[in-house]
Each structure stands twice: as structure tokens, then as C-alpha cells.
């Protein structure tokens, strides 16, 4: 067993022991997966497609042979797209996105395509106003611009190209930005738990996390600055004169379920693959830090959730489902545009902690799949209660 499957598997466990239910096997079933959070979090115009018939349902093979894929063949009905509402309901549950559906869809090689709306959710907790991450701008400081991190952090650039270095720069300039992001996010949280009424202990967590946040912001920084050569450091945020804070528990808990649960969930995850292909003794530092606050994070997302279905009953319940309920599908992802990095390139990469769309993909359907889950399955199999009921996360 390597050190990331041990990582999941007792995140997992730690889950498990948190809802107090008993531990369950690995999930049954195939997902696949990417980082949803590409470069650029806007919310992008594209075309969006899911396989369709999907189990079975569609056009009928008429009586002169097995048809096409969509099911139409012989005498048989024509195979039709869902209707826009329809595809856009199918579009949220079978990609890690919010998609808004701007036209009817079109039937393209057994697949189903409508032109949306997408906007990416990330792993890990962004800060999002309608449904958009928002971080702050980079600056290229002159001196201590106050965000470097505390202990050194000197990765060996010495043998690295110019090329490389640039790349690393970036990506690592890139998590910096989200875990700064992040602090707001934690303290927003904060605020919603203090005002759904939430125990103390869940409201100090979440200051706690905010402080994580703040030091993986700065381990990220720092590392961003030496890969750099001068200092990257972050800009006003944009809250653009106010903070929305939620008090209505169900929408809480429903976002907590998939910025928390999921999110940091696949953050954790991610980190801890990430550190495990590491080479660079400062890489491998900062991604220890990270990945052991992000499970702590993770926790504390199942913790909120479980005490907003106990407090709120079948209507949060509700809400947590439906949430859930998108990881059913068999695809959780969609391919990223641009994502050709060779296996040289991408080796070296990874030495330094960084992994391409592909890879952070594959952490993250690992996630889902040994992790969330199975932990979706148990958080939702009690009812307020105490007795049992059956749900399904396929």
C-alpha cells in the first residue's frame, strides 16, 4: 500500500468513525474525474454533451435490428434530445459544474450537446458569488510584500530550465490564489454557522480553518516567489463592498456538502498524491501541511452537514441528496482544453509537487470513488430519528 493509498483509506475511515457508523468497503462502480478548477474559474460559453439513450432509454430498435446507439433502428422511434430544463438537470448531475443551457440540444454521435453556460466548481473551498470563484490578483512585489511563508522555503531551482520554472511559477501562483481565497470563504462560513445558530465548536473550527488557509496561502506564495525569481504576492480581494451571508440551513448545508465534503474531500486527496510524487525536500513541506489541514477540513465540512441534517430534518436532508446525487453518474469531469504536457515534462512537474489536468483527474475520481462516496452513503442512510432508511450514491 503507497503512502496516498493509505492516505485515502484512512481519511476514509477517520469519516466513518466521525458520522459514528460502521466502516464500509470500497465503493462499487467507475467514476472518472478531473481538477474542475482550471486556470481561469470564469464561467465560460461552450458546448456541453452527455451520452444519450442513457441506460436503456430512448428511441426503441425497431424490428429490422439492433438500431443505432441512440436506439433507433428499423421501423423504431427517432431518438430525441431532452428538452432544455431536462438537459440541463442531466448536465449538473453527470459533470462537476454549473451549467445553464442556452439552446436546444443536438444529437451528435450518441451523444446529446447543448450550447451553456459552464462555470467550473473547484476543489478544495473557493469563495463564490453566483456560483463563480472569485480570488484576488497576483502582484509582482518589490521586497516583503507580508505574505511569504514563515519557515524557509527554498526549492532546488539550480537545475531547472527557464522554461520549467516559469510553468511552476504559475501553477503554484495559482494555489496560492485559491488558498487566499479560501480565507474568505472560512470566514464567510463562519458567519453562516453563527447565524443558522450552529454549536460553538463548528463555528471555531471554521476560524481555525480560515488560519490554515492564511499559512497555506503563504507556503504557496513563497514557493511561487522562489520558482519566480522575485515576489508574487496577493492583491485586494474583490468583494466588491459586501459579503452575502446564508441563513437558510438546507442552502448551508447544501453548499457545505459540495465546497466541504466533496471539495475538500478531493483537495486533501490531491495534496497527498501530489506530496507522494514530490521530490523537492521544500515541495514536500508545504504539501505535508496542506494535505494533513485539508482532511481536517473535510472533517469538519461531514461534521457541519450531519448537525444541519439533525437540526433541519428531511427538508436539509433533502437538499445534501440532491447534491450527492451527482456523483451517480459515470462521469464526473470534462477534458480540458490544452492539456498536452509530455511524460518527461510531466515527471518534472511532479517533482516539484504539480500534476497536470490528467493527473490531479485521476486523484480526484480516486477521491470520489474510495472517499466521498462511500461517506455519502453513510452520512445519508439514517433518518433525524434514528431509523434506518435506504439511499442510493451510485
Same mark, same amino acid.
Given at each position: 500500500?503507497? #503512502? @496516498?493509498?493509505?492516505?485515502?483509506?484512512?481519511?476514509?475511515?477517520?469519516?466513518?468513525?466521525?458520522?459514528?457508523l460502521?466502516?464500509?468497503?470500497?465503493a462499487? =462502480? +467507475?467514476?472518472?474525474?478531473?481538477s474542475? +478548477?482550471?486556470?481561469?474559474?470564469?464561467?465560460?460559453?461552450?458546448?456541453?454533451?452527455? !451520452?444519450?439513450?442513457?441506460?436503456?432509454? =430512448?428511441?426503441p430498435?425497431?424490428?429490422? *435490428?439492433?438500431?443505432?446507439?441512440?436506439?433507433a433502428? *428499423?421501423?423504431?422511434?427517432p431518438?430525441?434530445?431532452?428538452?432544455?430544463?431536462?438537459?440541463?438537470?442531466?448536465?449538473?448531475?453527470?459533470?462537476?459544474?454549473?451549467?445553464?443551457?442556452?439552446?436546444?440540444?443536438?444529437?451528435q454521435?450518441?451523444? +446529446?450537446?447543448?450550447?451553456?453556460?459552464?462555470?467550473?466548481?473547484?476543489?478544495?473551498?473557493?469563495?463564490?458569488?453566483?456560483?463563480?470563484?472569485? #480570488?484576488?490578483?497576483?502582484?509582482?512585489?518589490?521586497?516583503?510584500?507580508?505574505?511569504?511563508? !514563515?519557515?524557509?522555503?527554498?526549492?532546488?531551482?539550480?537545475?531547472?530550465?527557464?522554461?520549467?520554472?516559469? @510553468?511552476? @511559477?504559475?501553477?503554484?501562483?495559482?494555489?496560492?490564489?485559491?488558498?487566499?481565497?479560501?480565507?474568505?470563504?472560512?470566514?464567510?462560513?463562519? $458567519?453562516? $454557522?453563527?447565524?443558522?445558530?450552529?454549536?460553538?465548536?463548528?463555528?471555531?473550527e471554521?476560524?481555525?480553518?480560515?488560519?490554515?488557509? !492564511?499559512?497555506?496561502?503563504?507556503? +504557496?506564495?513563497?514557493?511561487?516567489?522562489?520558482?519566480?525569481?522575485?515576489?508574487?504576492?496577493? *492583491?485586494?480581494?474583490?468583494?466588491?463592498?459586501?459579503?452575502?451571508?446564508?441563513?437558510?440551513?438546507?442552502?448551508?448545508? !447544501?453548499?457545505?456538502?459540495?465546497?466541504?465534503?466533496?471539495?475538500? #474531500?478531493?483537495?486533501?486527496?490531491?495534496?497527498a498524491?501530489?506530496?507522494?510524487?514530490?521530490?523537492?525536500p521544500?515541495?514536500?513541506g508545504?504539501?505535508?501541511?496542506?494535505?494533513?489541514?485539508?482532511?481536517?477540513? @473535510?472533517?469538519?465540512?461531514?461534521?457541519?452537514?450531519?448537525?444541519?441534517?439533525?437540526?433541519g430534518?428531511?427538508?436539509?436532508?433533502?437538499?445534501?441528496?440532491?447534491v450527492?446525487?451527482?456523483?451517480?453518474?459515470?462521469?464526473?469531469?470534462?477534458?480540458?482544453?490544452?492539456? *498536452?504536457?509530455?511524460?518527461?515534462?510531466?515527471?518534472?512537474?511532479?517533482?516539484?509537487?504539480?500534476?497536470?489536468?490528467?493527473?490531479?483527474?485521476?486523484?480526484?475520481?480516486?477521491?470520489?470513488?474510495?472517499?466521498?462516496?462511500?461517506?455519502?452513503?453513510?452520512? $445519508?442512510?439514517?433518518?433525524?430519528?434514528?431509523?434506518?432508511?435506504?439511499?442510493?450514491?451510485v
Amino acid at each position: 500500500m503507497n #503512502t @496516498a493509498h493509505a492516505f485515502r483509506r484512512t481519511l476514509a475511515h477517520r469519516l466513518f468513525a466521525l458520522l459514528a457508523l460502521p466502516a464500509a468497503g470500497a465503493a462499487t =462502480g +467507475c467514476v472518472t474525474a478531473m481538477s474542475s +478548477c482550471p486556470d481561469d474559474p470564469e464561467t465560460t460559453s461552450r458546448v456541453a454533451c452527455f !451520452a444519450w439513450p442513457q441506460d436503456g432509454v =430512448g428511441g426503441p430498435g425497431g424490428a429490422g *435490428g439492433a438500431g443505432d446507439p441512440g436506439g433507433a433502428g *428499423g421501423a423504431g422511434e427517432p431518438v430525441v434530445c431532452p428538452s432544455r430544463s431536462e438537459g440541463e438537470e442531466i448536465l449538473n448531475s453527470t459533470h462537476v459544474a454549473n451549467h445553464q443551457v442556452k439552446g436546444d440540444g443536438t444529437l451528435q454521435d450518441g451523444q +446529446c450537446c447543448y450550447q451553456a453556460d459552464v462555470t467550473p466548481i473547484c476543489e478544495g473551498r473557493p469563495y463564490l458569488v453566483d456560483a463563480v470563484a472569485r #480570488t484576488a490578483p497576483f502582484l509582482r512585489a518589490r521586497g516583503d510584500a507580508g505574505w511569504g511563508a !514563515a519557515e524557509a522555503m527554498t526549492p532546488r531551482i539550480d537545475t531547472l530550465t527557464a522554461d520549467l520554472r516559469e @510553468a511552476l @511559477a504559475a501553477a503554484w501562483t495559482r494555489d496560492a490564489l485559491f488558498e487566499h481565497a479560501s480565507v474568505a470563504s472560512f470566514g464567510r462560513f463562519a $458567519l453562516e $454557522l453563527l447565524a443558522a445558530g450552529a454549536p460553538a465548536d463548528l463555528v471555531e473550527e471554521a476560524h481555525r480553518a480560515a488560519l490554515d488557509e !492564511a499559512r497555506h496561502a503563504r507556503l +504557496c506564495f513563497a514557493l511561487a516567489s522562489a520558482y519566480a525569481g522575485e515576489t508574487i504576492a496577493p *492583491g485586494a480581494f474583490p468583494f466588491e463592498g459586501r459579503v452575502e451571508v446564508e441563513a437558510d440551513l438546507a442552502s448551508i448545508a !447544501a453548499r457545505a456538502a459540495k465546497e466541504g465534503c466533496i471539495g475538500e #474531500t478531493i483537495a486533501a486527496v490531491i495534496a497527498a498524491e501530489e506530496l507522494g510524487a514530490a521530490e523537492d525536500p521544500a515541495v514536500r513541506g508545504a504539501l505535508a501541511v496542506i494535505a494533513a489541514d485539508e482532511a481536517r477540513h @473535510a472533517e469538519l465540512a461531514w461534521r457541519t452537514v450531519a448537525w444541519a441534517i439533525r437540526a433541519g430534518g428531511e427538508r436539509v436532508r433533502a437538499a445534501v441528496e440532491e447534491v450527492f446525487a451527482g456523483l451517480g453518474r459515470a462521469a464526473v469531469g470534462e477534458s480540458v482544453d490544452g492539456e *498536452g504536457s509530455d511524460g518527461a515534462e510531466s515527471a518534472r512537474l511532479a517533482a516539484h509537487g504539480r500534476f497536470g489536468a490528467a493527473a490531479r483527474g485521476e486523484a480526484a475520481a480516486r477521491a470520489v470513488e474510495e472517499v466521498v462516496r462511500p461517506a455519502a452513503r453513510l452520512l $445519508l442512510a439514517g433518518r433525524g430519528d434514528g431509523a434506518a432508511r435506504r439511499v442510493m450514491v451510485v
